[in-house]
């Protein structure tokens, strides 16, 4: 079965691909089946209170996925997942791969704009989500979304369910028929950070992300005896395949689940679980280095700490392995696909100034100038790949594949970076029109698109501004209909409207015109150079 809307690579890349063994044909399910036997009474995850096996696991998996047939949902049907650091999404995800239903992964912070958005463009079926988490009432929010998307059958809810669908009760002892699921097909969608209005819908096969998955594996060193402290939420493509949760599952090895990054939750559960490795952005990793200087937790069993998701400075970089007594190991991807990785056992000197090389030998990178020719060794310009688990296009968006993918299969991240002789890659800024604030990516444009709502904001431009904790902060400037003493109104407008909280503009800043370019468009690096001179004064 293919899903409709979502491009598929040349049938002489993906006969390449299987002949190189690239490809494996295994599923998540088979994944999960094979485990089960083979670690059975091992610990497959725990958050610190409850543990459960692989035996357990693969179990509850059959038992959620009667209950989520009785419901209605087959093969090919997309569930909205909106659930935390917790065992239950395991259970989920799992469950829908075995019935080949398709989850699309949402963010513990994601509110009405983009979860309409999400359920509304991908037909959604069922929407999944906790109670309560971080204060807020989800099932408040998936009242409001199913009034107005059609084909949302089902609210699920762990935890308290009053008048949905409780997760609890769908664990079910009966027999599970198990609907015949290919490896090349669709196992989720996720989330692209964007940088044209809302996120693209990114299509993974159970084959290209298992491949993703090994790899990451070798690279990383992960074993059954490697224990990963899942800090960052687990719905994003670092924390879940690089290696990730899914990379620890894959090698029989132990997930310990965190519900946030905070220094008093994770010292104490590395120390407890003797975790091996972990997974942060740079601003948590800053956290970390100022709280282990007046700590005394053991956390001598941490072998590796990594760092991704936006760059991290070689000034901080540096301080990883004195402070941790670990090794520092720099991942910097996409969940498009491409992954790049410093090696263990590479000097500081690639390990601290660079943000790693393709881990596949399949992988194909060029670096380009704005004419789309490659540039030299050590100049820079956009990074455009292709590979045996790097997409050929995003669900449901031909236009926008026309524009994010070359006529040859390659796509176009985004990234500026540079590539040394050695094949070190190092990101040196973006050329989409994207603000990465710690790690999270936000669109300019669908901040914009919010703002120009108010019936106040005559224009408005979203531009990056620098900070030294999380690498960047969002600015808005905004031209106003008639004067406003309150920029503040502003933020507020946007979290009336269900925009999540990281979109929000930091600062906000009125102006009567904008900088033009030559060809008379706003010119954005101008603001973002005004912003910078502003914040130096």
């Known amino acids: 079965m293919v899903l409709d809307g979502c491009p598929t690579w040349p049938e002489e890349y993906a006969a390449y691909y299987r002949e190189e063994g690239c490809w494996e044909g295994k599923t998540f ?15 497959a995850m725990t958050d610190g209170e409850v543990e459960v096996s692989y035996s357990e696991f693969n179990k509850k998996v059959n038992q959620l ?3 989520f047939q009785k419901l209605g949902i087959q093969k090919g049907d997309r569930v909205v997942v909106q659930l935390p650091n917790q065992i239950a999404f395991f259970d989920v995800v799992f469950a829908l791969f075995r019935l080949g239903a398709i989850p699309v992964y949402a963010l513990p912070a994601h509110r009405y704009s983009e979860i309409h958005y999400f359920c509304e463009f991908a037909e959604a079926k069922a929407y999944i989500i906790p109670d309560t988490y971080g204060g807020f009432n989800y099932t408040l929010l998936a009242s409001e979304v199913q009034k107005s998307v059609n084909s949302l059958e089902h609210i699920i809810v762990h935890g308290e369910a009053n008048k949905y669908t409780s997760l609890f009760d769908l664990y079910l002892q009966a027999d599970f028929k198990e609907p015949e699921i290919k490896a090349s097909e669709i ?4 989330l692209s950070g964007g940088s044209t209005g809302l996120s693209k819908l990114i299509p993974r096969t159970h084959d290209d992300y298992m491949y993703s998955l090994r790899v990451s594996n070798q690279i990383c060193r992960i074993t059954k005896n490697s224990v990963y402290l899942a800090v960052l939420p687990i719905a994003h493509n670092f924390p879940m395949s690089s290696p990730g949760v899914l990379g620890i599952l894959y090698a029989g090895g132990k997930i310990v689940l965190a519900s946030g990054s905070s220094p008093d939750e994770a010292f104490p559960l590395i120390q407890k679980e003797q975790v091996t490795i972990t997974a ?5 990793a800053l956290i970390w280095l100022e709280a282990i200087k007046n700590r005394r937790d053991d956390l001598s069993s941490l072998q590796v700490i990594q760092v991704g998701g936006a760059k991290f400075s070689a000034e901080v970089a540096q301080r990883i392995q004195p402070s941790f007594g670990c090794k520092l190991q720099q991942v910097f991807g996409m969940a498009e696909g491409l992954v790049n990785y410093t090696r263990l056992d590479d000097p ?32 820079v310009g956009e990074l455009l790949t292709r590979g045996p688990y790097t997409i050929c296009g995003y669900y449901n968006a ?9 006529s040859d299969g390659f796509y176009r991240t985004g990234d500026l970076v540079s590539v040394n002789e050695h094949g070190y890659i190092t990101v040196e800024g973006r050329d989409k029109d994207q603000i990465n604030r710690g790690g999270e990516k936000i669109a300019a444009e669908e901040v914009e ?5 108010h019936s106040n904001v005559f224009d408005v431009a979203v531009v990056a501004m620098p900070d030294k904790f999380l690498g960047e902060r969002s600015c808005a400037f905004i031209i106003l209909h008639s004067a406003s003493d309150h920029p503040g109104e502003f933020k507020q407008f946007l979290r009336e409207r269900g925009l999540a909280a990281y979109k929000i503009p930091d600062r906000v800043e009125i102006v009567e015109t904008f900088p033009k370019t030559p060809f008379g468009k706003v010119n954005k690096k101008t603001l973002r150079q005004k912003i910078d001179q502003k914040l130096k004064i």
Do not use: C
């Open 187 to 190: 196992a989720f969608l996720q």
């Open 398 to 406: 031909p236009a926008h594949n026309r524009k994010a993918f070359t």
């Open 29 to 43: 399910g088979d994944l999960l089946a094979e485990n089960a036997k083979k670690y059975e009474n091992r610990i």
């Open 449 to 453: 698109n919010h703002l120009l709502a």
């Open 65 to 67: 996925a009667v209950g």
């Open 348 to 379: 500081d000197e690639i390990i601290i100034h660079t943000q790693g090389k393709p881990m596949s030998p399949y992988d194909e990178i060029k670096i380009v100038n704005e004419d789309d020719n490659l540039v030299a060794t050590g100049e």
């Open 280 to 284: 942060l952005v740079p601003p948590i």
